[in-house]
């Protein structure tokens, strides 16, 4: 069975650098059927995209975060990472990693497994 | 692109019905079939209930349903168990691989 697992510093200062880990389990990342992608939820507010990756490297990300926002794939190891340069308090959140489905014309359309997701704090 | 906008609550009693909407434009839920719906339970990650506006996953009860007119796409949640009790969110493909959240509706079991 398919699992996904984040890792990374749950502390990060302000104005660094966030870099998550999430190593996928029990299945490929080298898939042709699904993207890989980041999602984070600030406390107590709602499911925010941050962007997707391909095995082989192709990204999209959230134009609201898109310079700010670097996301790769190691199929090597089986994971795939997400840098966030410039952190601020409202950085702050629970972030998942997830499995998207490809559908038609590879669009990525939903997010069938996830990650129990890891709460990073951005303090000043 | 901005968040689909969900109704803040929404409740039921056992054995009732309950629809929960969620709105977008035609750049997003109007213009593709790729609504899903997510439930979440207080401290644990989103799961996937319906996908491509009426699909649902294996393991998922038939009591979840999903539909969609013109740019707002519904879910129905039919024989109410207190176990439902939980955020929903929305998402829709918005285009150029794009995906876009609403803002989520919690559901309260009465």
């Known amino acids: 069975q398919l699992q996904l697992q984040e890792s990374g510093p749950g502390l990060v200062k302000s104005p660094e650098t966030l870099s998550l880990t999430c190593t996928v389990s029990g299945g490929s990342i080298s898939s042709t059927n699904y993207y890989w992608g980041w999602i984070r939820q600030p406390p107590g507010k709602g499911l925010e995209w941050i962007g997707s990756?391909?095995?082989?490297?192709?990204?999209n990300c959230n134009s609201s975060l898109k310079s700010r926002v670097t996301i790769s794939a190691d199929t090597s190891k089986n994971q795939f990472s997400l840098k966030l340069s410039s952190v601020t308090a409202e950085d702050t959140a629970v972030y998942y990693c997830a499995r998207l489905r490809i559908v038609v014309a590879r669009r990525g359309d939903a997010f069938d497994i996830w990650g129990q997701g890891t709460m990073v704090t951005v303090s000043s | 692109q901005s968040a689909l906008t969900q109704p803040p609550s929404a409740s039921g009693s056992p054995g009732q019905s309950v629809t929960i909407s969620c709105t977008g434009t035609?750049?997003?839920?109007?213009?593709?079939?790729?609504v899903s719906w997510y439930q979440q339970h207080p401290g644990k990650a989103p799961k996937l209930m319906i996908y491509e506006v009426t699909k649902r996953p294996s393991g998922v009860p038939d009591r979840f349903s999903g539909s969609k007119s013109g740019n707002t796409a519904s879910l129905t949640v039919s024989g109410l168990q207190a176990e439902d009790e939980a955020d929903y969110y929305c998402?829709?493909?918005?285009?150029?691989?794009?995906?876009?959240f609403g803002g989520g509706t919690k559901l309260t079991v009465l």
């Open positions: 998402s829709s493909y918005a285009g150029s691989n794009n995906l876009v």
């Open positions: 990756v391909y095995y082989s490297g192709t990204t």
């Open positions: 035609r750049s997003d839920v109007g213009g593709f079939n790729y």
